[in-house]
């Protein structure tokens, strides 16, 4: 079976633009977490998702926003991008809530010129 | 709010040898999860072993054991026999039982280098 995947693999823009990351979770796999992981730190929860309703939001600003779909893929969006957006954009999945492990795609790399 | 710290930013062992990886944490919850998880070049996060809080059993998976202290807050990672494709980040997580959103909290991580 497919890992978690994530698209594109590497991205790169500048400052104002927006941008848009896409996660393909294991099939069966219901919930979607997303978090952002600065080089030289571990990851920041941003999201997560399960049954299509948004069901955890970190501390991050309105910027960020996202959203899963009918087939449990989600999408990561960040408006008015700023230098400090650059860093690993990881989507993990499980199968469901409360005791399931996580299981990580390879992440996005995103840079911000 | 709870936090995960890692002390250690780097750590190296021998080839074969054994290594132990720090981490402590805190929170006043009695029920949550512990997790270490490896990050090799590749980037994913690949998940090596959970402990449950309410197990007094530590968790073992082949040459990766933990030392779980609960009344310490401390979850220490044991890797026997190390090998070459050890070599990566590992990062210590804690997760909440009762927290809604079951959000991951991490540590800044270790970075493991192997010498042969």
């Known amino acids: 079976d497919a890992g978690v995947t994530q698209s594109p693999t590497h991205l790169i823009k500048t400052r104002g633009q927006q941008v848009t990351l896409r996660c393909s979770p294991i099939?069966?796999?219901?919930?979607v977490s997303w978090y952002q992981q600065v080089l030289g730190q571990g990851p920041q929860f941003i999201f997560q998702?399960?049954?299509?309703?948004?069901?955890g939001r970190g501390n991050f600003p309105d910027r960020f926003s996202a959203r899963q779909f009918p087939n449990y893929s989600s999408e990561l969006n960040v408006n008015a991008l700023l230098l400090g957006d650059s860093a690993l954009y990881l989507c993990?999945?499980?199968?469901?809530?409360?005791?399931?492990?996580?299981?990580f795609g390879d992440g996005t790399r995103l840079s911000i010129l | 709010a709870q936090t995960v710290t890692q002390s250690q930013p780097e750590m190296s062992v021998q080839e074969a040898e054994t290594v132990t990886l720090s981490c402590t944490y805190d929170?006043?919850?009695?029920?949550?999860?512990l997790f270490w998880y490896k990050q090799p070049p590749s980037r994913q996060m690949i998940l090596v072993i959970r402990?449950?809080?309410?197990k007094q059993q530590n968790a073992t998976e082949n040459r990766f054991s933990v030392n779980f202290q609960k009344a310490a807050k401390s979850f220490s990672l044991k890797i026997s026999d190390s090998q070459l494709g050890d070599a990566a980040m590992y990062f210590c997580?804690?997760?909440?039982?009762?927290?809604?959103?079951?959000?991951?909290?991490w540590g800044a991580g270790t970075k493991l280098i192997i010498k042969p």
């Open positions: 997580a804690y997760r909440s039982f009762m927290d809604s959103n079951y959000q991951l909290i």
């Open positions: 929170t006043s919850e009695s029920d949550y999860y």
């Open positions: 402990q449950e809080a309410y």
């Open positions: 099939s069966g796999h219901k919930s």
């Open positions: 998702y399960y049954e299509k309703e948004e069901r």
């Open positions: 993990a999945s499980s199968l469901g809530w409360g005791n399931q492990p996580q299981h």
